[in-house]
C-alpha cells in the first residue's frame, strides 16, 4: 500500500468520504456525519489527510487529523482530532486502519500535539476495537455530537 498527503477536497478523498457518509447512514438511519470539515483543516502544518492506495493505484483507505485548541465544544489545548478513518469493504482486515492510525499519530506528534481525540458511536465496533487496542481511553465527550446518547470519545496522550 502506497500513502499519500491530499487534500481533504481531492477527488479520491471526496470518493472516500461519500462512502463512509452512506455507511455512516446505513448504521445510524441519518444522513452521515454532520459535522463541519473543510480542506483548509487538514493543512499542515495545522493538519493532514492521507489516502491509502492499492498496487493497482485504487484509493483504499483514508484518514485525516485536524488541530483543536480549548473551546466550547469540549477540545482542550493540543488536541489533535481524528476523523474520516475508514477503509474500503474490500480491504478490511488487511491492517490498513492501523497502519493510517499509526501515520497519524506520528504527524500529529511531530507537528506538536499533545493529545488525540476522536468521536466514533457505539454502531461501529470495529472502530472501538481498533482504537481500544491501540492505546485510546475513554474520555469526556467533544465536538459535533457531544450530547449524542450513540457518540463514544476517546484520546490517547502522544
Known sequence: MNFRQVPF?????????????????VRYGDGGDATHLDARMFAPPFGLYLIAYDDRDRPVATGGWRTQDENDEGYADGDAELKRMYVVPEARGLGLARRMLAALEEDARAAGRTRMVLETGSKQPEAVALYASSGYEPCAKFGYYRFHELSLCYAKAL
Open 9 to 25: 477536497d481531492h477527488p479520491d478523498a471526496v470518493k472516500l468520504n461519500d462512502q463512509v457518509q452512506a455507511e455512516y447512514a
